[in-house]
């Protein structure tokens, strides 16, 4: 069939057959500038300092190798930069600039980002700028990067620092593309607009789910939210006493090393209830799951419970479950705690305002104005 064809016509052919093969793809070596104070609270973390935090840990401990630049040639051990740090009055792990090298891959039918390595910097107090160093990303454990980042309120979905930098979750400035330096603002703004897009088109990056971990209390005396629910609240907390004055094999069994004294005591006050959560909004429905819970007895915590072994302990309150009685929440509470975030006792209600009312990456910017 190709016997009178010349080169060139088997050439064309081939390409048609096969025109992934003869599209040549755009390799480019990539440097990207993200700057700690360049990070919005609405990401809901800072990957500088998450990324700067894992990676000191593991130069420290040997883990890792911190080395001068890039081309690796005189290696900095831990206790130089622990020298660093002290002469120069900053800290590797609040690294004020992270320079991220990476390899960008792209085809028509195909993209791929690799991670190369990363280089930290900062800026003393006179401005002076501390230059820590390199560390190839081959040479960090996997357990690195698959660290979770350290949500603050904003935070939704647990996110791993893998997944951050794969799915471009971040702020960001492209500083060199292809061996050349970007110096000009406008010019780094257009390439990153024209890269981007056919970058990540085949990187799998699924839509983040808005989810937060909610840590609130029960007690008696404390109508932060819902006032109204105060009557509600002493009953449950009421009810939850008789049950433990009833089986008190069950209440030793979850007192832990406070068993012994507890059954000196002859009151059994049920202070406080300790529930954690899980919330979850969809199409604009929030739904709240209970994790654990940890009761308070005479002031002291017994031991926390699962889900299971809450539902197990068959506590009904006014003929429903203790279960169905969290997630009807019909009683008062405080919230105390957001994606491990201590919320102070002013700002309970407002935040709780928030989680109802307002966008899940921007509760403290509803907080501040409330």
Known sequence: ?????????????????????????????????????????????????????????????????????????????????????????????????????????????????????FYFSTQD??????????????????????????????GNEPLTIARVLRCKLYYFNIVQYGGEKITETSQALELKSRKLKPLMKFIECPPLKEIKKIRYSISRNDSMFNAAGAKKTATMLDIMEDFFIDKKETLYSIAGDYAAELKKKRTIDVTSVIVNETWKKENGIIAEEPESVIFYINRKPMKELSLREFIDLG????????????????????????????????????????????????????????
């Not at 040997?62 to 740090?85: F, H, M, V, Y």
């Not at 929440?329 to 935040?351: D, H, Q, V």
């Open 315 to 370: 506590i009904i309150i006014d003929f429903k479950s203790a279960y169905d009685i969290l997630k009807e929440k019909e009683f008062s509470f405080r919230i105390l705690n957001i994606n491990g975030n201590e919320i102070p006792y002013p700002y309970a209600n407002s935040y709780y305002s928030a989680l109802k009312k307002y966008k899940w990456n921007a509760l403290t910017e509803f907080v501040k104005y409330d």
């Open 125 to 154: 107090k006179a401005g002076q700028t501390v230059s820590f160093g390199y560390v190839d990303a081959k040479e960090l454990p996997d357990i690195a990067l698959g660290t979770s980042v350290k949500l603050n309120t904003n």
């Open 1 to 117: 069939m190709f016997k009178n064809m010349s080169y060139k016509s088997l050439a064309l052919a081939f390409c048609l057959l096969h025109i992934s093969y003869c599209t040549r793809a755009e390799k480019a070596l990539v440097m990207l500038y993200a700057g700690n104070a360049s990070q919005s609270d609405t990401l809901g973390y800072n990957i500088v300092n998450d990324i700067s935090s894992v990676v000191y840990s593991n130069i420290i401990n040997g883990t890792t190798r911190l080395w001068d630049s890039q081309k690796k040639e005189l290696q900095i051990l831990p206790a130089s930069l622990q020298k660093i740090e002290k002469s120069s009055g900053v800290t590797f792990a609040g690294c004020a600039h992270l320079f991220i090298y990476e390899s960008w891959t792209m085809e028509k039918k195909l993209s791929s980002s690799e991670l190369l390595g």
